[in-house]
């Protein structure tokens, strides 16, 4: 890639599979998982670990993950999903990244999304009432890249419940936990 793009500086990490799983049926369909795995975990991993020696020959580089809040409040009916890309485990690589790579010129950002109005889930979650819509969050991504340039974690005011719930004690964790689940629950029928 260094040779058919030399001037290259910015990796945006933003694939991601989303399916329900059930976790009863006994890993009857661990290939998910798998898959899942394998495209939000270690995908990203693998492209950011290409790229940065490039990227330490650049006089600025910018390595930006996609988590998502439910890397802080997970959705149980996608388990795999808010273990890898909803990101608990890509939060973590993120903070390890920027860490490592901090007397470097590679500014590591993550990008923390809420519920937004794409096809992730399927066609109905594009229309989701819930959902944020897509323009709308994309207008307060780039608002606070612009009025935040030093911001590490770019986080939308309608992702702040998920993302600082634990902040606020162990009861009202499991108040907003009980809250999407249930409601996640009751919509789908599982």
């Known amino acids: 890639m260094a040779k058919q793009y030399p001037p290259l500086n910015v990796l945006i990490n933003n694939a991601g599979i989303m399916k329900t799983e059930n976790l009863r049926d006994g890993g009857e369909n661990f290939a998910t998982a798998e898959s899942i795995v394998t495209t939000n975990l270690l995908a990203p991993m693998r492209l950011t670990a290409a790229l940065v020696p490039l990227f330490k020959k650049q006089n600025h580089a910018t390595v930006m993950t996609v988590s998502s809040g439910l890397a802080f409040m997970p959705m149980a009916i996608t388990p795999t999903y808010c273990a890898t890309k909803t990101k608990a485990a890509i939060h973590s690589y993120t903070e390890s990244l920027r ?17 937004v109005a794409t096809e992730l889930l399927g066609a109905h979650q594009a229309n989701a009432p819930r959902a944020m819509p ?33 902040a606020q004690g162990q009861a009202k964790y499991d108040e907003i936990f009980e809250g999407l689940n249930s409601g996640v629950a009751s919509a789908t029928g599982q």
């Open 134 to 166: 897509l323009d709308d969050y994309l207008a307060e991504v780039m608002e606070i890249l612009k009025a935040q340039p030093e911001a590490k974690e770019i986080c939308v005011k309608r992702v702040d419940l998920l993302r600082y719930a634990a």
């Open 99 to 115: 860490y490592q790579l901090k007397d470097t010129q590679i500014e590591v950002l993550e990008l923390v999304p809420p519920y």
